[in-house]
């Protein structure tokens, strides 16, 4: 019942994250939001039955939670929280797939399940880079390098807000499923009937408090512009880690070190 | 000219589902004065109060900030020299951190970067929060949460306060400190609440609202001490004058 409550308390553990102080920390947003966006990129470009090519990625988020210091239990469990749509988004292709792609002792693999735990694998890599790039610059400093980017600011400040009322959207939705659930008795399940007033009700309310939310930017001198206090400035060492990681994804995507390192080993054994 | 100085004349307004929220409102409150409005639930409070900094404009009358009639035009100047405390610090109380929160005001009026966190630092320390700095605000209690959005609200440095039932769910010595702290502001100040303990401890003038008019306007101590007027207006005597008569 209070999942959704802590689930969103959750999200905004991750801004609280980023206003940490490791060298991370204090690499420009740009060159985070590149680099996170070149990763991605790559990762998504192998062919569906790639799968142990994909393995060595995840160096990329290994290293960087383990230099900056984010809680790796927080994050793998945010993961895991959104995998339920991966999963149905590859769930069907087992079935669809029967082709037998390899053996592993007499239990054939079928493409499918091949390109399903692809499917699987890719997630996690692209949610996990998403979500420390959130984690190490903050959601506000995404928005600032977009906008400095040049993506038109009506899409970024819907994306801002988007993520300021989600947390209003929740928690409202707490309040009024525990409230429901106080007076709910005689069963634990809530009836269609109660559920779609309940629906109506926290549509209201929300756009209620959005509009107190955004009053109180106003009154604050909200107009539209994105200001953050952490100055942005490409120094070399933002150009060393843009290159940097952006060499070594491109190196591995071209280069399947997975399959010459079993070569070489086998070469050894034999 | 002075920002100093608020004006009403003939308020009207009426809310789009046909709700009236004031009748005729005029009142003129000058420099320094610090103002209580009080009245019973529904009397107008809060709708005045989105008067004086332009979220709601009246369907009749003018609100005056300063010299000059509030319009579209100089919305943004007055804003910036009505600072407004919500009632619930939940809407105000919008970022990541303390610290950001009470920045926003300050970066969006274009500040420097180290005049931002000069003006947040100070701002923080006179609420005396300056502590929680780094802490996100939703984890905040209450008495906190509301001396940050009166932060944010200083950062601002406005001319004057505008405040919704700032004693509202605050211990009772949270309460009584927000009250000294508001005591030692020079601003001129308005003050929306059913503390009326708090009235006559913070505010010389109490302003009374009854369904959407001003029953009465005057020296706070008269006016809660006239037991027939408070009745009429759906209020009781504050419970310190109770107890010395």
Redesign the interface.
């Given at each position: 019942m209070n999942n959704i409550g802590r689930n969103s308390f959750d999200i905004g553990y991750m801004d609280t994250l980023a206003s940490g102080d490791s060298p991370l920390h204090r690499l420009d947003p740009r060159a985070k939001l590149i680099t996170t966006f070149i990763f991605i990129v790559t990762v998504v470009s192998f062919d569906r039955y790639a799968l142990a090519v994909l393995t060595p990625f995840f160096i990329y988020p290994i290293v960087l939670i383990a230099l900056s210091g984010l809680p790796a239990g927080y994050l793998l469990k945010k993961v895991l929280i959104v995998s339920p749509f991966a999963i149905l988004v590859g769930i069907f292709n087992p079935l669809m797939d029967r082709g037998i792609l390899f053996h592993i002792g007499s239990i054939g693999i079928s493409g499918g399940w091949v390109s399903f735990i692809s499917i699987v694998l890719r997630f996690m890599l692209t949610v996990t880079a998403a979500l420390i790039l959130v984690s190490l610059t903050g959601f506000n400093a995404v928005c600032a390098a977009l906008i400095k980017f040049g993506v038109p600011k009506p899409f970024v400040v819907q994306l801002l807000f988007f993520y300021r009322y989600i947390f209003v959207l929740s928690d409202e939705a707490e309040r009024m499923v525990r409230a429901g659930s106080f007076r709910a008795f005689h069963s634990g399940a809530m009836g269609f009937k109660t559920f779609i007033s309940l629906l109506g009700n926290l549509l209201l309310r929300t756009l209620d408090r959005a509009e107190r939310i955004y009053y109180a930017m106003c009154c604050r001198g909200f107009d539209g512009n994105i200001r953050i206090i952490r100055s942005m400035r490409i120094t070399y060492q933002e150009i060393m880690f843009i290159f940097g990681w952006g060499a070594l994804f491109i190196f591995l995507r071209y280069f399947n070190v997975p399959l010459k390192l079993g070569t070489f080993i086998t070469g050894l054994l034999k | 000219m002075s920002h100093h100085i608020v004006e009403a004349s003939d308020l009207h307004y009426t809310y789009p589902d046909g709700t009236v929220g004031l009748r005729g409102v005029t009142f003129r409150i000058s420099h320094g004065e610090s103002v209580a409005l009080v009245g019973e639930n529904g009397a107008g409070k809060s709708t005045l109060l989105l008067h004086l900094?332009g979220?709601l404009s009246p369907r009749q009358g003018t609100v005056k900030i300063g010299d000059y009639p509030l319009t579209k035009k100089n919305l943004?100047a007055v804003?910036?020299s009505v600072?407004?405390v919500?009632q619930?610090p939940d809407?105000?109380l919008?970022?990541?951190?303390v610290?950001?929160d009470v920045?926003?005001?300050p970066?969006?009026?274009g500040l420097a970067?180290d005049e931002?966190?000069r003006v947040v630092v100070r701002s923080l320390e006179t609420v005396g929060v300056a502590h929680l700095a780094?802490r996100?605000p939703?984890k905040l209690s209450q008495g906190e949460k509301r001396s940050v959005s009166i932060a944010?609200?200083l950062a601002?440095s406005p001319d004057i306060l505008v405040m919704d039932e700032p004693t509202s769910s605050l211990d009772p010595r949270s309460r009584r400190r927000l009250i000294e702290l508001l005591k030692t502001f020079r601003h001129t100040k308005i003050v929306a609440t059913h503390d009326l303990d708090m009235a006559l401890d913070l505010c010389e003038r109490t302003i009374v609202l009854h369904q959407g008019r001003i029953t009465a306007d005057g020296q706070t101590k008269k006016i809660l001490y006239d037991e027939e007027l408070l009745r009429a207006s759906s209020l009781e005597k504050p419970l310190s004058i109770q107890l010395k008569t």
């Open positions: - | 900094n979220y943004d804003r910036r600072g407004m919500f619930n809407d105000q919008f970022m990541p951190t610290f950001d920045a926003f005001g970066l969006n009026l970067k931002v966190e780094k996100p939703y944010t609200v601002m």
